[in-house]
T-cell receptor
Framework: KAGVTQTPRYLIKTRGQQVTLSCSPI?????VSWYQQTPGQGLQFLFE???????NKGNFPGRFSGRQFSNSRSEMNVSTLELGDSALYLC????????????????FGEGSWLTVV | AQSVAQPEDQVNVAEGNPLTVKCTYS??????LFWYVQYPNRGLQFLLK??????LVKGSYGFEAEFNKSQTSFHLKKPSALVSDSALYFC??????????FGTGTRLQVFP
């Protein structure tokens, strides 16, 4: 079974540009979440999607957005890039069977390394 | 709000010796706790989780974790460390649905 797949793995963008990152969850997983990892701030939750609906959002500016498609694949977009957006962006997925779902294991992809120059 | 703390930035241990990576938590309600490992330039790999039940949780690659409710701790352990265990380890607590709150990470260095 394939794991969480993220593309692209590495990219370099210029300040002011925008970027779109893609995530394909594990087959059968309908819950997808995104995290940002930086040396200074550590791992921070961005947002979470389930059945094409955002059901949770972290404390990030509106420049950060995401969406989920009917096949559970997800994209996140960062507009008007700033130097501080340079980070590893991690996508994660889990099998959500309803209820609290607290027992679900959350699996992460290899991440997309974004460098803003 | 839920939180976890990893009090050690780095843990050094000799190969073959037991290792412990510490994690304490603060939650309202039942804690749902996770350990992940990150190798250089890689994503996070799931090691184990505590949901309910036995306080000793066994996970991947010979790792286990001990849940202690009275001390609000969830320390990661391995009886015999390998050089290949050298990596960054993260403790996390589930706050809501699939939202994880991570600790700051502990770098484990295993010396031959």
């Amino acid at each position: 079974k394939a794991g969480v797949t993220q593309t692209p793995r590495y990219l370099i963008k210029t300040r002011g540009q925008q970027v779109t990152l893609s995530c394909s969850p594990i087959s059968g997983h309908r819950s997808v979440s995104w995290y940002q990892q930086t040396p200074g701030q550590g791992l921070q939750f961005l947002f979470e999607y389930f059945s094409e609906t955002q059901r949770n959002k972290g404390n990030f500016p509106g420049r950060f957005s995401g969406r989920q498609f009917s096949n559970s694949r997800s994209e996140m977009n960062v507009s008007t890039l700033e130097l501080g957006d340079s980070a590893l962006y991690l996508c994660a997925s889990s099998f959500w069977a309803g209820g609290s779902g607290s027992g679900n294991t959350i699996y992460f992809g290899e991440g997309s390394w974004l460098t803003v120059v | 709000a839920q939180s976890v703390a990893q009090p050690e930035d780095q843990v050094n241990v000799a190969e073959g010796n037991p290792l412990t990576v510490k994690c304490t938590y603060s939650v309202s309600g039942n804690p749902y706790l996770f350990w992940y490992v990150q190798y250089p330039n890689r994503g996070l790999q799931f090691l184990l989780k505590y949901i309910t039940g036995d306080n000793l949780v066994k996970g991947s690659y010979g790792f286990e974790a001990e849940f202690n409710k009275s001390q609000t701790s969830f320390h990661l352990k391995k009886p015999s460390a390998l050089v290949s265990d050298s990596a960054l380890y993260f403790c996390a607590v589930r706050e809501d649905t699939d939202k994880l709150i991570f600790g700051t990470g502990t770098r484990l260095q295993v010396f031959p």
